[in-house]
């Protein structure tokens, strides 16, 4: 095989590996990177999850799937908590949800992640 046709395969091979994030580190987040989820969510969870997290936000309707009611009981059991941060990080397409649900790359890493995890739990235990 001559070697321009071997080095196209494997970079064709190679072009659909991306890069996992980091994991996060160890240990409950602290006060200020719980505000910074607060803060986040506002700016870039809100206008589809809406403030109270219950799937209506601004930008919700004629999104298909719509975005999750975080209220939702059943949604709240059937998911763990590091496949919420997993969603946080590299969003939906990624897994093979939600393509409307995007990625924070700019959070990968970072205990705000699971400080953004803790926020959506918060949702599924009030009314």
Excluded at 47 to 52: D, I, M, S, V
């Amino acid at each position: 095989m001559r070697p321009l046709p071997l080095l196209l395969a494997l970079a064709l091979a190679l072009g659909g590996c991306r890069k996992a994030p980091p994991p996060i580190p160890p240990g409950p987040p602290t006060d200020a990177e719980l505000a910074a989820a607060e803060a986040i969510y506002r700016e870039r969870c809100s206008n589809c999850h809406g403030p109270e997290g219950r799937g209506d936000g601004a930008s919700a309707q004629g999104l298909v799937p719509p975005p999750r009611n975080y209220h939702d009981p059943v949604f709240q059991r059937s998911v763990t908590d590091e496949h919420l941060e997993q969603i946080i990080e590299v969003g939906g397409a990624e897994l093979k949800l939600s393509a409307s649900m995007p990625p924070n790359p700019d959070l990968w890493g970072q205990k705000v992640v699971r400080a953004l995890r803790m926020k959506v739990r918060s949702f599924g235990s009030s009314p």
